[in-house]
């Protein structure tokens, strides 16, 4: 039984809408091969195809009457014996040599046997582009081209071969020249002229770009020795700076806060962590089931997953999936929740205990938050706000989704929080930023930053901080903790705020509990910060492939509150902020 | 937020005594605490008296959700399950379904279930009496109503609907900003 083709007329049209017969199978099609019904039919012939076979047909008959007078030849094959020659010249201009060996290379005494014979060799190329089923001549060609190379001299041969030698010589010369041209151009490192600086085209030569930051780095990192003596480290640092924003595509002034932070050895590796994405993480939510279930359930899904580190017991790590993991039924019934690493860490090192009034000042869209509720198992009270309305219904979802019933979801402006509910144990602040950290998931923050975004950060990252600090009760058994976090790796962000902080409220830096990551600043260009800040801890892509972040951990001692002229400040704080609205601010 | 008036309670009782029969009980009078109803903005949370009393020193109108939402009244003043409440009504469900794991996909996009997609189904499940439904690992996906009976089901034909959709875990992701 096979499907049977329609060819009707009245089954042409075809049939639409959502019935059973449109979702029929299709009509059969066939193979071309298989349609050709006789292959005795001669082919279609195209029109040069036709002029090709006028012109075959011409040079027959004038072959026959060369024939006619010549003795004929009973076999083919030694018909084209003597075009040997012929062959090879053509052959030769056709594999691209040059004529370098003019002066001693003479063509041989062509011997022509027939007139037509020349046309002849023509036609044959032609013929065995155009026709590959025509097989009579290219089997006369190939074995003629056998034929000579048995009957000829070696001569020919050799002085093949010594031709190509000769030309390989020429090639490793002209590299090896280019080669040491190229060493000695960037021997030195080319500062660019006025003009160059101004309109510069750095698309053309990334690569040269790339050569020239690194040399920069080399001098600088030896400047005493390998600098050029009229050139100043400042022009050097100019040049290096000017090149990598050309590189990365940064702006300038991101690019001189990146400069300032790392050491010369650290930003290429930085600047590189940030082209390339972190890998995926999921967090189980051990509520609804443990880490290795998870793990199994979704093996079975076809993901590939991995345990995450050993510093934590519920993140795991996704390689590759088959199905969309945001978006399998574990997924949807609150087994796990998608996360960077990097969240893990604040929640981490606020250590929240059963029983316990935790705030999450900026909770959106829940991942922190529902981290603590797993960690509380669902005892006390959580209270998740979000300044965001849009932005704290993903919280709703979310908590609900991974089965968290002791959260209380609020819209409130983080900076006015204490004003309605203090008393809190622990309270985590994971301030909007301007997003330095996570470059790598948004690429935007390379340009568009300015001083001016930062500033509007930072004046709102000190009024949630402070602000949480007072929605904390100190006389907590438990606790009376603090923890800051950013995505931003920019010192104006982290310990100048937390600094802020020190100066303006009781409280003290405590351990973090996080094992590893970089030191916080206790000096930074000159400015000295508190000694304690040691205890922040500091991500880089680059070293430990998670999102840039920062994370410290405050415990508040008294209810004193700062004095007088300090909150002065803070007022005028506020008004600024108020006549400049945070538009840009990049929220976590 | 308010405790829901006798009319309202009555409606909500009906609805989850579909699904989970006269083991609200269970809901109302648990050891770990006091555990209660609450309508805000039409919806009806469900969570502990402490919780209550902490979200009731927030303004009425920047608090947005508090313990578990179980879902809302309609303006014609009926009561609609939201999927939320899964993880409450889900450990005592009445009647439950079981899906094939090539027909779970079909009901998370919000496709009623029909019979070829059909596991398993409780013993004695009433033509039209609620229903939870289940993936054949016993994840709960949703609740729905059951358009046949047990003794129906095992006699009609592969492809005709034996579940009536109503909710399902995919509403997480498809209708976030509705649910609560």
Redesign the interface.
């Known amino acids: 039984m096979g499907r049977r083709k329609k060819t009707d007329d009245k089954f042409a049209k075809p049939i639409r809408g959502p019935g059973r017969k449109s979702r029929k199978q299709g009509e059969p099609v066939f193979a071309k091969e298989l349609l050709a019904t006789d292959p005795n039919e001669k082919k279609k012939i195209s029109s040069r195809g036709k002029q090709r076979a006028k012109k075959r047909l011409v040079k027959e008959q004038t072959k026959l009457t060369n024939k006619k007078t010549t003795k004929p030849k009973p076999i083919i094959k030694r018909q084209s014996d003597g075009e040997s020659n012929d062959d090879e010249e053509e052959e030769q201009q056709g594999n691209g040599y040059t004529d370098d060996n003019q002066q001693w290379l003479t063509p041989k005494k062509k011997k022509v046997l027939f007139e037509g014979d020349e046309n002849e060799e023509e036609e044959e190329e032609v013929m065995e582009e155009d026709l590959p089923y025509n097989d009579e001549f290219n089997v006369e060609s190939s074995s003629d081209d056998d034929e000579d190379d048995l009957d000829e001299p070696k001569l020919d041969i050799e002085k093949k071969s010594k031709k190509l030698r000769e030309k390989q010589r020429q090639q490793k010369e002209s590299a090896e020249q280019e080669l040491l041209t190229n060493i000695q151009q960037h021997e030195k490192v080319q500062f660019p002229s006025g003009q160059e600086v101004t309109k510069e085209a750095p698309q053309a030569d990334l690569q040269l770009l790339m050569h020239r930051i690194r040399e920069v780095i080399n001098v600088l990192n030896d400047f005493k020795n390998k600098r050029e003596v009229n050139r100043s480290r400042k022009e050097y640092l100019d040049l290096l700076q000017q090149d990598l924003c050309n590189y990365y595509s940064y702006n300038e002034f991101l690019m001189n806060k990146l400069i300032d932070l790392f050491p010369l050895a650290e930003i290429i590796d930085f600047l590189e962590a940030n082209e390339v994405q972190r890998p995926v993480t999921i967090r189980t939510n051990t509520l609804k089931t443990r880490r290795r279930d998870l793990a199994q359930a979704l093996i079975n899904r076809g993901v590939n997953v991995d345990p995450l580190d050993k510093w934590t017991k519920v993140g795991l790590v996704i390689y590759n999936s088959q199905v969309p993991i945001?978006?399998t039924?574990?997924y949807?019934?609150?087994h796990y929740m998608l996360q960077g690493a990097s969240s893990f860490l604040p929640v981490m090192a606020l250590a929240p205990q059963p029983n316990e009034?935790i705030l999450d000042m900026c909770a959106a869209p829940g991942g922190k938050a529902s981290y603590i509720g797993a960690l509380m198992r669902n005892s006390g009270?959580l209270?998740a706000n979000d300044a965001n309305?849009?932005r704290?219904?993903?919280?709703?979802?979310?908590t609900?989704?991974l089965?968290l019933?002791?959260?209380?979801?609020?819209?409130?402006d983080g900076r006015q929080f204490s004003e309605?509910?203090g008393g809190f144990d622990r309270c985590l602040v994971d301030a909007p930023c301007s997003g330095t950290g996570v470059i790598a998931k948004d690429p935007a923050v390379k340009s568009s930053k300015d001083d001016k975004d930062i500033q509007r950060c930072f004046t709102a990252q000190r009024q949630l901080l402070l602000n949480a600090i007072d929605s904390v009760n100190e006389f907590s058994s438990t606790g009376g903790y603090i923890v800051y976090s950013t995505c931003s790796i920019l010192v104006e962000e982290n310990e100048a705020v937390i600094q802020y902080a020190l100066n303006n409220r009781p409280v003290k830096l405590v351990e973090t509990g996080l094992e590893f990551g970089v030191e916080g600043f206790t000096n930074f260009k000159g400015t000295p910060f508190h000694p304690f800040m040691k205890y922040c801890r500091r991500y880089y892509p680059h070293l430990h492939n998670l999102d840039g972040f920062f994370v410290a951990k405050l415990k508040k001692y008294s209810t004193k509150q700062g004095n007088k002229k300090e909150s002065e400040t803070i007022q005028k704080k506020k008004e600024i902020e108020e006549d400049d609205s945070p538009a840009s601010i990049n929220e976590d | 937020m308010r405790p829901l008036t006798d009319d309202e309670t009555k409606i909500l009782f009906e609805k989850l005594s579909k699904y989970i029969g006269d083991n609200i009980r269970m809901l109302l009078e648990r050891p770990d605490g006091l555990y209660t109803f609450r309508l805000h903005r039409e919806r009806v949370y469900y969570?502990?008296e402490?919780?209550i009393k902490?979200?009731s020193?927030?303004?009425r109108k920047?608090?947005?959700?508090?313990?578990?939402?179980f879902g809302r009244f309609t303006k014609t003043r009926k009561f609609r399950l939201h999927i939320?409440a899964l993880?409450f009504i889900a450990p005592y469900a009445k009647f439950k379904v079981w899906l094939k794991p090539n027909a779970?996909q079909q009901f998370?996009y919000g496709h009623n279930v029909v019979k070829s997609g059909l596991g398993r189904i409780t013993e004695n499940t009433p033509k039209y009496n609620g229903v939870i439904v289940y993936?054949m690992n016993d994840?709960?996906?949703g609740f729905g109503v059951a358009a046949k009976s047990t003794i129906e089901c095992r006699a009609t034909d592969p492809m005709s609907l034996v579940v009536f959709h109503q909710a399902d875990?995919?509403e997480?992701?498809r209708n976030?900003?509705a649910?609560?």
Request: hydrophobic residues 45%; contains cysteine.
């Open positions: 945001g978006a039924p574990e949807l019934s609150g009034r009270i209270v309305k849009d704290a219904r993903a919280i709703i979802a979310n609900h989704r089965g019933t002791n959260i209380i979801v609020t819209n409130l309605h509910m | 969570c502990s402490a919780i902490f979200a020193n927030f303004p920047e608090l947005l959700s508090f313990g578990t939402c939320t993880d779970e998370l993936t994840v709960p996906l875990v995919g997480f992701l976030e900003d649910l609560t």
